[in-house]
């Protein structure tokens, strides 16, 4: 995933954040992420798994340069 994409796979799921809260289900957000990158499955189910946990939690993957970096480099 090159950088320009993971920001903006990033922003998009942000401003899911504020709207429609669709990618709060792990499954909608998984597939959401497959169509934007050539992963396996697993690993992205995984990411998607992740950037819902860390919501409850630090929710560092608020600021989009953080979840595109985070994208980038598991996704890739």
Do not use: W
């Not at 992740?50 to 560092?60: M, P």
């Not at 989009?64 to 970096?69: F, M, R, S």
């Amino acid at each position: 995933m090159s950088n320009e994409l993971a920001v903006s796979v990033a922003k998009s799921i942000l401003e899911d954040r504020r709207g429609a809260g669709y990618y709060t289900d792990v499954k909608i957000l998984a597939d959401f992420l497959k169509g934007h990158c050539d992963a396996p499955i697993a690993e992205v189910e995984e990411a998607a798994q992740a950037i819902l946990k860390d919501r409850q939690g630090a929710d560092y993957y608020k600021n989009p340069e953080i979840l595109a970096g985070y994208l980038q480099r598991q996704l890739g």
